[in-house]
């Protein structure tokens, strides 16, 4: 979130009002001390929007933790997995089950394993029981698309 382009819309916008009045140097000190107050006041909204906009994405988000964190002096939402790493004993595995993927997929499935050090089997075993965990401790669809607040 870019507060400081909001700080500068609504500066602009005064200094717009005040060349209405002329040069009186009144009024001019009027328009600075109006900007000096609200300035303070625009960033704390900015904030306040972020919280809002970060509980209204948690709400659709439930497996997830929106924090509002300072990045460079602007609030910016993080959004981070709550849920947990089942762990699957990959030593049992008895059951058997065909599937048909695409190449592409397939090349994805090997590249992620050996990144991780795993086997091909031994990663879409973890992979598919982390799924099927948090489906089932969630009764909520699962969130694809944009959030808009």
Same mark, same amino acid.
């Given at each position: 979130?870019d507060i400081d382009s909001v700080v500068d819309q609504v500066q602009? =916008?005064?200094?717009?009002? !005040? !060349?209405?009045?002329?040069?009186?140097?009144? #009024?001019?000190?009027?328009?600075?001390? =109006?900007?000096?107050?609200?300035?303070?006041?625009?960033?704390?909204?900015?904030? /306040?929007?972020?919280?809002?906009?970060a509980a209204e994405v948690s709400a659709q988000l439930p497996d997830?933790? #929106?924090?509002? =964190?300072?990045s460079s002096g602007q609030p910016a939402l993080v959004v981070r997995?709550?849920?947990?790493?089942?762990?699957?004993? /990959?030593?049992?595995?008895?059951?058997?089950?065909?599937?048909?993927?695409?190449?592409?997929?397939?090349?994805?499935?090997?590249?992620?394993?050996?990144?991780?050090?795993?086997?091909?089997?031994?990663?879409?075993?973890? =992979? !598919?029981?982390?799924?099927?965990?948090?489906? &089932?401790?969630?009764? &909520?669809?699962?969130?694809?698309?944009? #959030?808009? /607040?």
């Amino acid at each position: 979130m870019d507060i400081d382009s909001v700080v500068d819309q609504v500066q602009a =916008v005064v200094a717009g009002q !005040l !060349l209405l009045a002329g040069d009186n140097p009144a #009024i001019n000190a009027a328009g600075d001390a =109006v900007m000096l107050v609200l300035e303070p006041a625009l960033r704390q909204a900015g904030a /306040t929007l972020a919280e809002q906009a970060a509980a209204e994405v948690s709400a659709q988000l439930p497996d997830h933790a #929106i924090d509002v =964190v300072l990045s460079s002096g602007q609030p910016a939402l993080v959004v981070r997995s709550t849920s947990t790493e089942v762990t699957v004993n /990959t030593d049992d595995c008895d059951a058997r089950m065909t599937v048909r993927l695409p190449e592409d997929l397939k090349e994805d499935l090997e590249d992620a394993a050996a990144n991780l050090g795993d086997s091909v089997n031994t990663f879409v075993v973890r =992979v !598919l029981a982390g799924k099927a965990s948090a489906r &089932r401790g969630s009764s &909520r669809s699962v969130f694809e698309g944009m #959030i808009e /607040t």
